[in-house]
């Protein structure tokens, strides 16, 4: 992300989910200065405007040509595995390609949908907070779960994952719900990671330690036949 896009993203629109911690933190702010408490005042000022910065809600392009699967969330790929989905997803109990997004404090926190979908279940189960990188975190934490058909019949699923920080899963949508590419799903306050899993026939397109932007970077193609992705840092 270069530094334009940095800026602009920093003076996105706040979502709403965000304006009553910013105008609760503004409120104190305020008292705080007509009491004449000057120096929490200016503490309270950064912490109302980093209120701001963390529930900030960008726009974003997102690419549509059928069998892209777009990046959910905003953050770095902290690991592409092979694993068994967890029940709570309706998917076959068999090996699946799980690429987790993981975000921290300062990422945008607005999720959004990866591909143009029906949900087809919706699950909230609760958990514990633990550090969301952790691979045990994808069966250990409160996490929603989102399946998600597509026109064809094949499934893909999403789980937002609380973690350290992180208290509440806020969601925009419901079950049997259609979801267009890039469309905004829900919310995780406070630094967590979201799970997709794709069918182990699917080959990521994206590497370990890449950021992700939600809505447009390209993490997979169910069309394609190539290899997975490699990458190096440089």
């Given at each position: 992300?270069?530094?334009?896009?940095?800026?602009?993203?920093?003076?996105?629109?706040?979502?709403?989910?965000?304006?009553?911690?910013?105008?609760?933190?503004?409120?104190?702010?305020?008292?705080?200065?007509?009491?004449?408490?000057d120096a929490p005042a200016w503490i309270a000022v950064v912490l109302t405007l980093w209120c701001a910065y963390f529930f900030r809600d960008p726009e974003r392009v997102t690419p549509i040509r059928k069998g892209l699967v777009i990046s959910p969330a905003d953050g770095r790929i902290s690991a592409i595995a092979t694993v068994i989905p967890p029940p709570e997803l309706d998917l076959p109990r068999e090996p699946h390609v799980r690429l987790s997004v993981f975000m921290n404090v300062f990422d945008v926190h607005v999720n959004r949908a990866p591909v143009d979908a029906r949900i087809?279940?919706?699950?909230?189960?609760?958990?514990?907070?633990l550090n969301a990188e952790l691979d045990k975190a994808s069966e250990d934490n409160e996490r929603q779960a989102l399946t998600l058909v597509l026109d064809d019949g094949v499934k893909i699923g999403v789980?937002?994952?609380?973690?350290?920080?992180?208290?509440?899963i806020v969601k925009f949508v419901d079950e049997n719900e259609r979801l267009a590419a890039g469309q905004r799903f829900g919310l995780i306050r406070f630094g967590s990671?979201?799970?997709?899993?794709?069918?182990?026939?699917?080959?990521?397109?994206?590497?370990?330690g890449q950021r992700a932007i939600a809505g447009e970077t390209?993490?997979?193609?169910?069309?394609?036949?190539?290899s997975q992705r490699q990458g190096r840092k440089s």
């Open positions: 992300m270069n530094i334009v896009t940095s800026i602009t993203s920093s003076l996105a629109p706040v979502h709403r989910e965000g304006y009553p911690f910013v105008l609760g933190a503004a409120a104190v702010t305020l008292v705080l200065f007509l009491v004449g408490w087809s279940r919706l699950s909230y189960v609760p958990g514990a907070f789980v937002q994952i609380a973690g350290l920080v992180a208290r509440r990671r979201v799970d997709v899993y794709l069918p182990q026939s699917v080959m990521p397109l994206a590497c370990v390209v993490l997979a193609d169910l069309a394609a036949a190539e």
